[in-house]
């Protein structure tokens, strides 16, 4: 099995420029999902327990943070691919219709 690949990285960069306070959480959760080995979405939910999952579109929605910050990203757990498509405040995505 191998790591965990992770692209995407422009958009928590983007957003920990606006919410200086979600720069060391971001920075946790990937150093944590760069050495990840998740072959299916449990082995996500023991890393990460508060993660949602959308099987039809691939789509994991992280609490990062102490569930002040969502990262949104689609999964390809047999290529071990991570793609992070945003971050969001824990407001603005309760407003977002995801």
Known sequence: MEIVKVY???AI???AKRHPASRRPLQRFLE???GAE???FPA???TFPATDY???SGTLILNIGGNKYRLVARVDFEE?????????THEEYSREDL
Do not use: D, M
């Open 54 to 56: 959308a099987p039809s």
């Open 8 to 10: 995407g990285e422009a």
């Open 32 to 34: 944590i999902a760069r």
């Open 38 to 40: 998740w072959p299916h």
């Open 44 to 46: 996500v939910r023991r």
């Open 13 to 15: 960069t983007k957003f």
């Open 80 to 88: 071990q691919l991570l793609y992070v498509q945003t971050v969001l």
